[in-house]
Nanobody
Framework: QVQLVESGGGLVQAGGSLGLSCVAS????????MGWYRQAPGKQRELVAR???????YYAASVKGRFTISRDSAKNTVYLQMNGLKPEDTAVYYC????????WGQGTQVTVSS
């Protein structure tokens, strides 16, 4: 059974930082590239960062240099450190495999005020 539980979102001013965490069930975490996605109101869900089991990373151009993805295999947890936040980063953030499973967690809201 796939389970994904995201946490760490909140309200922050532009230029601030937040750290997100996602605990994933063992199967999905151990066998897959893991990613952080986000969905802003009225927009499609997009992949912002992914990390392989060998710690290879990819970032969308919009977040490169500001966000850092990491994983802790012992804790089945993937993290997203977000620095230099901008109002356009406001969205609900989700983690999932890449490509994603059909099951999603509840997500965590990130709101960046200008």
């Amino acid at each position: 059974q796939v389970q994904l539980v995201e946490s760490g979102g909140g309200l922050v001013q532009a230029g601030g930082s937040l750290g997100l965490s996602c605990v994933a069930s063992g199967t999905i975490f151990a066998l897959n590239v893991m990613g952080w996605y986000r969905q802003a109101p009225g927009k499609q869900r997009e992949l912002v960062a992914r990390i392989s089991s060998a710690d290879g990373t990819y970032y969308a151009a919009s977040v490169k240099g500001r966000f850092t993805i990491s994983r802790d295999s012992a804790k089945n947890t993937v993290y997203l450190q977000m620095n230099g936040l901008k109002p356009e980063d406001t969205a609900v953030y989700y983690c999932n495999a890449v490509p994603y499973y059909s099951v999603w967690g509840q997500g965590t809201q990130v709101t960046v005020s200008s």
